[in-house]
């Protein structure tokens, strides 16, 4: 199965229908897979409502033909008190679950939250604790973890690699989103190498730099430089390079849209996935 039909559009794509609590998760998976044709969603731990969502999600996704290829969760590890990370694992455990319920090999996970005071080396031995505890979860499940660069805590390429290899288990690869480095001051193309054979999961998020005072959703990066989201093949990520490495290195997972631009997010989201679809026919 080629990459063209590996296309994934994730929740946080439309996540203002869902904070303003006028979309479920079935509405999405409608939307996905009426209105961008993509193969997969990608729920998220955060909209997940235990009440009501399997019946409906199980009959959205039968309906259109979909399935789930992640669930998202977003734990903080970078937390000084140890009863307080423990309390993020449930979150972790929870999504394993949900994905296992429904088909879904991956579960996309965070390191943490930069705070002051606590310093990646400082934060550091409570992430790999945390994470060594919920790999072995997931690993029972036959669900693999893929930890994103995520935030300004832990969010370079270097940083999520020494997790990835110091977790030193199967069940725990990278989620290697492909705008987050920019918010790090990383060039994604060098960010790709660090990562290539560490890759379980991809984002396909894009980013321009705006000046101070922009009126719209901004992003500060380490540097100080201010980024705004927009459609995916519209910024400054090289799209069609990250793209053709990735399938140049033989990846056969998901490839998912992670639309956080200004744009109206339902059309934001159809023009990021045709970009997307059109770069990948190409390679």
């Given at each position: 199965?080629?990459?063209?039909?590996?296309?994934?559009?994730?929740?946080?794509?439309?996540?203002?229908?869902?904070?303003?609590k006028?979309?479920?998760?079935?509405?999405?998976?409608?939307?996905?897979?009426?209105?961008t044709g993509?193969?997969?969603?990608?729920?998220?731990?955060?909209?997940?409502?235990?009440?009501t969502?399997?019946?409906?999600?199980?009959?959205?996704?039968?309906?259109?033909?979909?399935?789930?290829?992640?669930?998202g969760?977003?734990?903080n590890?970078?937390?000084?008190?140890a009863a307080?990370?423990?309390?993020?694992?449930?979150?972790?455990?929870?999504?394993?679950n949900?994905?296992?319920r429904?088909?879904?090999?991956?579960?996309?996970?965070?390191?943490?939250?930069?705070?002051?005071?606590?310093?990646f080396?400082q934060?550091?031995?409570?992430?790999?604790?945390?994470?060594k505890?919920?790999?072995?979860?997931?690993g029972?499940k036959?669900v693999?973890l893929?930890?994103?660069?995520?935030?300004?805590?832990?969010?370079?390429?270097?940083q999520?690699?020494s997790?990835i290899?110091e977790?030193?288990?199967?069940?725990?690869?990278?989620?290697f989103?492909?705008?987050?480095?920019?918010l790090?001051?990383?060039?994604?193309?060098e960010?790709?190498?660090q990562?290539?054979?560490?890759?379980?999961h991809v984002?396909?998020?894009?980013?321009v730099?705006?000046?101070?005072?922009?009126q719209g959703?901004?992003?500060?990066?380490?540097s100080?430089?201010?980024?705004?989201?927009?459609?995916?093949?519209?910024?400054?990520v090289?799209?069609?390079?990250?793209?053709?490495?990735?399938h140049?290195?033989?990846?056969?997972?998901?490839?998912t849209v992670e639309?956080?631009?200004s744009?109206?997010?339902?059309?934001?989201?159809?023009?990021?996935v045709?970009?997307?679809?059109?770069?990948?026919?190409?390679?």
């Amino acid at each position: 199965m080629g990459l063209t039909n590996r296309t994934c559009l994730s929740v946080w794509s439309r996540h203002k229908y869902f904070y303003d609590k006028t979309w479920t998760n079935a509405d999405f998976i409608r939307f996905a897979a009426r209105e961008t044709g993509v193969n997969a969603v990608e729920l998220l731990h955060r909209f997940w409502n235990p009440e009501t969502d399997i019946p409906q999600i199980e009959k959205a996704l039968q309906q259109e033909g979909l399935e789930v290829a992640c669930v998202g969760a977003s734990n903080n590890f970078a937390l000084p008190d140890a009863a307080e990370r423990d309390s993020q694992l449930q979150q972790i455990i929870d999504s394993v679950n949900i994905a296992d319920r429904f088909g879904a090999q991956v579960v996309r996970v965070f390191s943490g939250n930069l705070q002051e005071g606590l310093s990646f080396e400082q934060g550091r031995d409570g992430i790999l604790e945390g994470l060594k505890k919920v790999a072995e979860y997931a690993g029972k499940k036959n669900v693999v973890l893929c930890l994103e660069n995520h935030g300004l805590f832990a969010g370079k390429a270097g940083q999520v690699a020494s997790i990835i290899r110091e977790v030193d288990s199967p069940s725990l690869r990278s989620t290697f989103d492909m705008g987050n480095f920019l918010l790090v001051d990383e060039n994604p193309n060098e960010a790709m190498e660090q990562s290539l054979p560490l890759i379980g999961h991809v984002h396909c998020k894009d980013f321009v730099q705006v000046e101070e005072g922009f009126q719209g959703d901004t992003y500060t990066a380490l540097s100080g430089s201010v980024y705004t989201g927009t459609v995916i093949g519209e910024g400054s990520v090289d799209l069609p390079h990250l793209l053709g490495r990735l399938h140049e290195n033989g990846y056969g997972g998901w490839i998912t849209v992670e639309f956080e631009g200004s744009e109206e997010q339902k059309l934001g989201s159809i023009r990021s996935v045709a970009n997307l679809k059109r770069i990948l026919e190409k390679l």
